[in-house]
């Protein structure tokens, strides 16, 4: 354990779409809240909020709500960076920096996530580095899921918790 690199991961996973599907997803409150989020609400820089299926752009502020998990769980950050065809950066818990690249390799589509920029302190950083890595796992799986055959796997009961879909 002493070489595992607690300041940032990368999670990959191919995705049988058009780049621009994935990017499409990633962009709007519409496209997270299909395979990612319960609500996502963009607001501009005069803070008034971006219609549904409006791209955000950078300098955004957000709001995301997950399902199994009551209203007061919320994040809360800034949309960093994005060019409208395959990158997006995005501040998420922690403070931490989320990067999405949108790729082809080997003719397949890769939607590639990297976290970084995780807190100084060593156990508030090892617990969201764990749980952030546990959660976009789970949630590229389920974009993936969505985006090539519409079965979302998201447990959206709240009554039931600690479960890896929620």
């Known amino acids: 354990m002493d070489h595992y690199d ?22 709007t409150a519409k496209g997270l809240e299909s395979w990612f989020l319960r609500k996502a609400v963009f607001y501009d820089s ?3 909020p971006r219609a549904h299926e409006e791209k955000f752009q950078a300098g955004d502020n957000y709001l995301w709500l997950w399902y199994g ?7 809360k950050k800034r949309i960093l960076s994005v060019n409208g065809k395959d990158f997006l950066q995005f501040r998420f818990s922690g403070d931490c920096i989320v990067s999405i690249n949108i790729k082809s390799e080997n003719n397949e589509t890769i939607c590639e996530l990297e976290q970084h920029n995780f807190p100084e302190d060593d156990q508030e950083k090892i617990d969201l580095h764990i749980g ?20 979302d796997l998201r447990n959206k009961n709240i009554d039931i918790e600690d479960v890896v879909n929620a």
């Open 6 to 27: 607690w300041n940032q991961f990368v999670k990959r996973i191919t995705i049988h779409v058009p780049p621009q599907t994935v990017y499409n997803a990633w962009s």
């Open 46 to 48: 005069h803070a008034r």
């Open 69 to 75: 998990y009551p209203d007061h769980v919320t994040e």
């Open 132 to 151: 952030c890595s546990t959660g976009w796992t789970f949630y590229l799986a389920n974009l993936k899921s969505i985006l090539e055959g519409g079965i």
